[in-house]
């Protein structure tokens, strides 16, 4: 059974940093694509982050609003996303999810979330 498990959120500061884990079982997560994705209260799901692991070192893709101070790593089964210099406006419930398909927009595995709140 596959199944991704974010864990490590909670309520920061303005320019704090945290860091996200998403454990996968089920599935070796080294050979799917792997999204971060967030979503605020009242607002659509958007894309923050993808990756993808090769042999000859991978694929990643940042949205704009968070490139530069989010980082996507992965070590054996889970996946992290670093995230420095939080803003309020990274307030959201974070999902991790997985894909056997790269590139891709739509992901097959999907984690229940984890709530980040960045207060100013």
């Known amino acids: 059974q596959v199944q991704l498990v974010e864990s490590g959120g909670g309520t920061v500061q303005a320019g704090d940093s945290l860091k996200l884990s998403c454990a996968a079982s089920?599935?070796?997560?080294?050979?799917?694509?792997v999204g971060w994705f967030r979503q605020a209260p009242g607002k659509a799901r958007e894309f923050v982050a993808a990756?993808?692991?090769?042999?000859?070192?991978?694929f990643t893709d940042y949205a704009d609003s968070v490139k530069g101070r989010f980082t996507v790593d992965r070590d054996k089964n889970i996946v992290f996303l670093q995230m420095k210099s939080l803003q309020p406006e990274d307030t959201a419930v974070y999902y991790c999810?997985?894909?056997?398909?790269?590139?891709?927009?739509?992901?097959?595995?999907w984690g229940q979330g984890t709530q980040v709140t960045v207060s100013s």
């Open positions: 999810a997985a894909d056997s398909r790269w590139p891709t927009t739509t992901y097959q595995f």
């Open positions: 089920g599935m070796v997560l080294s050979m799917f694509a």
């Open positions: 990756v993808k692991w090769s042999s000859g070192g991978g």
